[in-house]
């Protein structure tokens, strides 16, 4: 079910409490240490980690320059897979080769979902691109666990950049993995490798493991994608060398470390219904108290003490003591500290049947498409589900192999690029039982770093969950000194009619947080302080974006000549449609933001068409606005507010915050008495005490232009102004209808590749859903992508093919 705010706000209040047990607790576990202890600290730890993530479902796979991206955002709680109501906003970028952002837009999540578009410049080179997708709490943990999927881009206007030959001079990544993490002198030894190539992909090889004499020991070759495994016991004293031959290539060489000392643990299935943990050690560390925990997605499943008995010591584990997916196995010795470690999957059971049953398996172009949309969970009873679809021309478009379920399950808990992670989850022979056992062993989890829970460390949350919209960031600088100003007041505002003013006060390091609402599309940004009184300090707006990248890059692209000649005619598609429709497909929503003022309803309005039009603002304000008195020091005047916080108290005269088009003045009045009156439209006046989050006024006095823009007034040299992209507004998907004989036989072109795309399908608890569009001129086998998720966390996805033809 969706995590409600108030159960999020909740749970952060329980964490100051939680920190300070913690610190409390630091000192007596450091002398104690057993299954106990750790299950206690783990907890708490868990507690203060609260860790949300997010799926993506993009249109399609492969893109060409100038054409629009669309995606639908799913944001989850890491433990259970539901959507979680906590961000509501969410940032989104396409990364190039280099690790530059070439687009970046804010996404805007409600309910744990959202949906945005990004159109392609023709300006972008064609290329393997890193489409990634994060929030700003997940900023405070590994960027190896933001969304990250490639998406290929080809730009059919410009020359194609030289490639090397394929089979030439490529680069491979080899790696060798110990199990339980090192490979301990005299004990035996369970080794997995993977071999990649600079496509990502798994490579196929020969490798033979020889000893320091150049003695073969044994033969090794991958079981699946490029990963393997095999068994050995290094002796004493000995070195070993992996040599890998790659066909047609060249021959490479690894070489394999070990230690003197230490432990091993060991993992297998003991049949269907349990598993066997084995855990050896050497001399010198063959007789201590250690403790074996286990946890699946932050939820403690065993805590168990074991004693080593002549250096070995072996358990049995019920795997219903599991949950589904990936569980982390950790030794630990009597200090606490962690010696090995391994990671065991169990393929989930739950999981969303998502179908696809269409009317026809072919159709004509311009004819209507039914299609019943059915979700139901794996007892084949019906259920709701928040969905998306996605209905492409197949041509080398093939479906996205990580899927909504497969990432969930799977790629999101592991670091690294996964080959065909629906394999793994698909298959459940033994072939597949003992690839997804290798998977394991190669890819490293590693959200939890043991020795933060263990010494009980505060974890310091550098970016807070924006949970009630959007947060603007900055820095204030003292323009004297260029260090950071501790302790000062900002504004924050956007020029316009509709008013929007924020505040802070910034931090010892010179940071402030404009906690805003309902800013969409291209903005100008106003930040100043009051310069009556802060004179002497500039602000500066800082990128919400993630500075961070993962250890996954995009790769080199490749493109065969049969899909060259595929492309031809997308591309062909693109322009007509860029040419044609190129106004249908910049058609955006307009933002649904509540346009009434912060200060809701003001004291009195004045709207100055209704009085006599004089050609001063003194005039005006002198004459009519009574409760607004001016006073004149020679050329200098100043406005004020005449206030009455009870009705029995004597009258006074304040000095209010002026505003213009939503932008805070502060000279007193001065520059306002001197502006032209018959600019303005409107004046509100709030005669009493106003408080906005850090900012508190006496009154206010708000002027409203024609224009909303300032027109013809200079502010003040030490406000920044500043270009800003707020949340993306949200693009009309463009789908002609052929309803009429008129419709059908219009001469517009039609050549849309992309017949559908919806990222707001809602099937309800009944398990059903109609959906229907029109097919285009463009003749094709097209795919259908059903991708969602219930309100209880199952996820799933289903495809169908259709044909158009005439």
Request: aromatic content about 10%.
């Amino acid at each position: 079910m969706l995590k409600s705010v108030k159960s999020v706000k909740n749970k952060l209040l329980r964490t100051l409490g939680m920190l300070l047990l913690m610190a409390c607790f630091s000192d007596a576990f450091s002398q104690s240490f057993n299954q106990d202890s750790i299950t206690k600290r783990f907890d708490q730890y868990s507690e203060l980690n609260l860790q949300e993530k997010v799926y993506v479902h993009t249109d399609r796979e492969l893109y060409l320059a100038g054409e629009i991206l669309w995606f639908k955002l799913y944001n989850v709680n890491t433990v259970s897979n539901t959507s979680v109501d906590f961000s509501k906003v969410a940032y989104v970028e396409i990364i190039d080769k280099n690790l530059k952002p070439v687009l970046q837009a804010k996404i805007a999540i409600d309910g744990g979902s959202g949906s945005g578009s990004l159109y392609l410049p023709v300006s972008l080179s064609s290329g393997n691109y890193q489409f990634r997708a994060y929030t700003s709490w997940m900023k405070n943990f590994s960027p190896d666990f933001y969304f990250e999927k490639n998406i290929k881009l080809v730009n059919t206007l410009t020359k194609p950049e030289k490639k090397q030959a394929l089979n030439e001079e490529l680069n491979y990544d080899i790696q060798f993995f110990p199990e339980g993490g090192n490979m301990v002198e005299s004990l035996p030894a369970k080794l997995a490798f993977r071999a990649i190539d600079n496509q990502g992909l798994g490579i196929d090889f020969r490798g033979t493991l020889v000893d320091e004499n150049n003695n073969s020991l044994l033969s090794f070759k991958p079981l699946k994608f490029g990963i393997g495994s095999f068994s050995f016991t290094p002796e004493n004293g000995k070195k070993y060398r992996a040599v890998i031959e790659i066909p047609g290539s060249k021959t490479i060489t690894k070489e394999l470390s070990s230690v003197k000392t230490g432990y091993v643990l060991q993992i297998e299935n003991a049949g269907k219904e349990q598993i066997k943990v084995k855990i050896q050690a050497n001399e010198g560390s063959s007789n201590q108290q250690l403790v074996l925990f286990v946890h699946t997605r932050q939820n403690k499943k065993l805590s168990e003490s074991i004693t080593l008995n002549g250096g070995k010591a072996e358990l049995l584990i019920e795997k219903k003591k599991l949950s589904e997916g990936i569980s982390q196995f950790t030794l630990f010795n009597s200090t606490g500290k962690a010696l090995a470690e391994r990671l065991y999957f169990i393929r989930p059971a739950s999981h969303l049947n998502l179908a696809i049953k269409a009317d026809k398996s072919a159709y004509s172009t311009r004819k209507k498409v039914i299609l019943e949309l059915l979700s139901k969970d794996e007892k084949g009873l019906e259920i709701d589900a928040d969905a998306s679809v996605s209905v492409f021309a197949s041509n080398a478009n093939p479906a996205d192999e990580a899927d909504i379920f497969n990432y969930l399950w799977l790629k999101s808990d592991l670091k690294g690029n996964i080959e065909s992670p629906g394999y793994y989850l698909k298959n459940k022979d033994a072939l597949a039982d003992e690839a997804l056992d290798n998977l394991m062993l190669t890819h490293g989890w590693r959200k939890f770093v043991w020795q933060n829970v263990i010494a009980g460390n505060k974890p310091v949350f550098g970016f807070i969950p924006e949970i009630d919209g959007h947060i603007i960031h900055g820095r204030i600088i003292d323009t004297r000194t260029h260090a950071p100003a501790n302790n000062i007041l900002a504004y924050l505002s956007l020029p316009g009619k509709k008013l929007h003013l924020y505040g802070a006060r910034s931090s010892s390091s010179g940071l402030v947080r404009f906690h805003t609402r309902d800013i969409y599309g291209p903005s100008e940004l106003v930040a100043q302080t009051d310069t009556q009184q802060d004179s002497t300090y500039k602000i500066e707006i800082l990128s919400p974006f993630s500075k961070e990248y993962s250890s996954t890059k995009p790769y080199e692209l490749f493109l065969n000549e049969d899909l060259r000649n595929q492309l031809s005619t997308q591309s062909l598609s693109s322009q007509v449609q860029n040419v044609y429709s190129s106004n249908k497909l910049r058609t955006f929503y307009p933002a649904l933001v509540d346009s009434s003022a912060f200060y809701l309803k003001p004291d009195k309005t004045y709207l100055l068409d209704n009085f006599v039009r004089f050609t001063t603002m003194e005039e005006v304000l002198r004459e009519y606005v009574v409760e607004v008195p001016v006073t004149r020091q020679k050329d200098d005047f100043s406005a004020w507010v005449i206030v009455r916080p009870h009705l029995t108290d004597i009258p006074k005269s304040v000095k209010p915050l002026i505003i213009l088009d939503g932008v805070p003045i502060f000279d007193s009045g001065n520059k306002i008495i001197k502006y032209d009156p018959k600019k303005v439209r409107s004046l509100d006046v709030v005669a009493q005490k106003y408080f906005l989050g850090a900012l508190n006024f006496e009154g206010i006095l708000n002027f409203t232009t024609y224009k909303g823009n300032l027109p013809d007034f200079q502010l003040d040299t030490r406000a920044t102004i500043v270009d800003y992209e707020g949340l993306q507004l949200k693009r009309e998907f463009y789908s002609p209808v052929y309803e009429t004989a008129s419709q059908t036989e219009s001469r517009l072109p039609d050549f849309r590749n992309v017949l559908y795309w919806s990222p707001d399908i809602k099937i309800n608890s009944d398990g059903k859903k109609i959906i229907s569009f029109y097919t285009s001129d463009q003749e094709n086998n097209y795919t259908i992508m059903l991708q969602g998720i219930s309100s209880s966390g199952k996820a799933g996805s289903a495809s169908l093919n259709i044909e158009v033809k005439k």
